[in-house]
């Protein structure tokens, strides 16, 4: 949902106004728009188990690298996003406060309400930018039980690989190993 879109910002103007408006809500800056980001707690079940399964993962495999949820934000190719989950290697910057200047790895978007129209555009933008920035993106869509995964070194002619709740996600090189049945996320447990 867009906060504010009467003129276009400027990253600098969104890190001004992020200054402002530090709470509970969760900001991106897409395309020169202020956009609060949607949740709910069917999302954010979907999110909690994909970051422990990566997480468990890391460890179990003595893995480098560090994990956020949705209120870990990033730089992305002069955007403001803020992912569901991300991985972000050994060798990018990882800061304690504010947006991370290096994009992620991994970026894991959880599509809250799959009908709504603004969403999926501010989405569409968002992968946009991944793409440019080299980011992996996993877009997770809880009510077709889908997974999408935009790999920026695939041919954009060929759009991105599906995946059903039948299936398996298994991880890029970053992650050796990683394998995510999806009936682990799907299934009417979550």
Avoid: C
């Avoid at 728009?33 to 422990?52: A, C, H, M, R």
């Avoid at 730089?75 to 991985?87: E, I, L, S, W």
């Avoid at 954009?156 to 970053?174: E, I």
């Amino acid at each position: 949902m867009a906060v504010r879109d009467l003129t276009l910002l400027t990253a600098a103007d969104f890190d001004n106004f992020i200054a402002d408006h530090m709470g509970d809500e969760i900001y991106e800056f897409v395309d020169g728009k202020v956009v609060q980001v949607p949740s709910n707690p069917w999302v954010s079940s979907i999110s909690g188990i994909i970051l422990s399964l990566i997480w468990l993962h890391l460890r179990q495999n003595s893995l480098p690298g560090k994990l956020t949820m949705a209120d870990g934000g990033f730089m992305v190719n002069g955007q403001r996003v803020a992912p569901d989950v991300t991985y972000v290697g050994p060798d990018k910057r990882f800061v304690k406060q504010g947006y991370n200047p290096d994009p992620p790895d991994l970026a894991v978007e959880v599509v809250s309400n799959e009908s709504n129209r603004e969403e999926l555009d501010d989405l569409q933008a968002k992968l946009r930018h991944y793409r440019s920035a080299g980011v992996i993106v996993w877009v997770v869509l809880p009510r077709a039980q889908r997974v999408e995964i935009h790999d920026p070194a695939a041919d954009p002619s060929q759009g991105p690989v599906t995946l059903g709740p039948d299936d398996t996600l298994t991880g890029p090189a970053f992650l050796p190993g990683f394998r995510l049945p999806l009936s682990e996320i799907f299934s009417d447990q979550v």
